[in-house]
């Protein structure tokens, strides 16, 4: 028996007839991009998130792009994000022309050291991108007194944490804009790339209406340089499903993080800490090891699949290595060696969960 990480196929057959009627409907109506469904998901996810609006892009790392365009981030401004992330984030910032400046971790959140955070501001700091890594909330009221201290832009990076609560509010309404990506293995994906701004701002969400749609305001005036960059209606109607159900997935994730949390030998393994000032929704089930190229073997030969988020910090990857040459962030460094994702989803049964902690305890 084999255990993948995410177990999409499973949710699949449980909801099958929903998609595929969902789907048919779509493909009968003949309004394939940016249709019916397409608003109507946009109206329920701004609801859902407490925003004024929502707007459907091609991709989470689009929904970052776009965000910093709308925002006026450009050439020679640099932008404050954590090293520790997917290259998404910083992809978006290098796309504009700006500068990815990188911070080192919180050894037990993994998300952003704020301190570190606010030591990194200059005069060319123009933004902060803040990433609710693993589905943890950062303490975002706290970087957002910095960001209103300095004039910066605040954008959070959701990818990992749809339907995550902060303070009574979700992770996509604290900044100035929130991005979002349906990638199909995130909390809330869909059957392709898709991806999702927030905003309570009404220029940023005109502005990101026209740049995802190649700088159409008016029928027919191409106003700025846009792109193509638009949700499918498939998406939308596939997610307008999922979105009924997200709160029920997340609870099932902490089940199973807290069944993972209890079962692993905590004197091999640093399981995933719970800060407590949001509600973590577990995009990914981190634990710390020391012996991890042992625990992987062990994991193949049982056919159970894990995740290494991340292998290596951003500035260690080719493509910024020559922006950070000589500079160190010892805390990502170091838990780029020891961290291991474990399978985590909805789906994910007590019983596999066993499995996979019996393996870890005892190879
Ligand atoms: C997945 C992800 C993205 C990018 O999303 P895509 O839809 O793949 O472009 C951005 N940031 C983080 C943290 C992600 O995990």
């Known amino acids: 028996m084999s255990i993948p990480m995410v177990n999409l196929t499973r949710q699949y057959q449980k909801y099958k007839t929903e998609f595929e009627q969902a789907t048919m409907e779509v493909w009968s109506s003949g309004g394939y991009i940016l249709g019916q469904a397409v608003t109507e998901f946009e109206q329920k996810a701004a609801e859902y998130c407490g925003v004024k609006h929502a707007i459907g892009v091609a991709s989470g790392t689009d929904a970052l792009h776009l965000s910093l365009r709308a925002a006026g981030i450009g050439a020679d401004d640099e932008v404050i994000t954590t090293v520790y992330t997917f290259i998404g984030t910083a992809e978006a910032v290098s796309y504009v022309g700006a500068k990815p400046v990188f911070v080192d ?6 998300n952003i050291d704020i301190e570190q955070l606010e ?22 009221d706290r970087v957002k007194a910095i960001c209103d201290k300095h004039n910066l832009l605040l954008v959070e990076d959701c990818a990992h944490a749809f339907g995550a ?16 990506s349906f990638y199909p293995g995130k909390n809330l994906g869909c059957f392709g790339d898709g991806g999702l701004i927030t905003t309570s701002n009404d220029e940023y969400a005109e502005s990101l209406r026209a740049l995802r749609n190649h700088g159409i305001r008016k029928p027919g005036i191409h106003s700025e340089l846009g792109y193509n960059s638009r949700l499918d209606s498939v998406q939308a109607a596939i997610l307008l499903i999922k979105l009924a159900e997200i709160d029920q997935w997340n609870q099932r994730r902490r089940d ?5 949390s209890s079962t692993l030998d905590k004197e091999r393994y640093t ?12 995009h990914q089930y981190g634990v710390r090891c020391q012996d991890r190229d042992k625990v992987i073997k062990a994991l193949e030969a049982k056919g159970i699949a894990y995740g290494v988020h991340y292998w290596y910090a951003l ?13 160190s962030f010892p805390v990502a460094e170091k838990l780029c060696q020891e961290i291991l994702c474990l399978p985590m989803c909805p789906e994910l049964t007590a019983d596999e969960a066993g499995q996979v902690c019996e393996t870890l305890n005892n190879y």
């Open 315 to 327: 500035h260690q990857q080719p493509v910024y290595q020559n922006m950070y040459k000589g500079r």
């Open 256 to 260: 199973n993080a807290a069944l993972y």
């Open 165 to 180: 609560d902060y303070q009574g509010k979700k992770v996509g309404s604290l900044g100035d804009l929130g991005c979002f």
């Open 119 to 140: 030591q990194a501001i200059t005069t060319k700091t123009k933004a902060v991108i803040l990433v609710h890594l693993f589905g943890q909330p950062i303490d975002t």
């Open 271 to 282: 399981v995933p800490h719970e800060d407590g000032i949001g509600t973590h929704v577990y």
């Open 105 to 110: 971790i919180d050894p037990q959140t993994f």
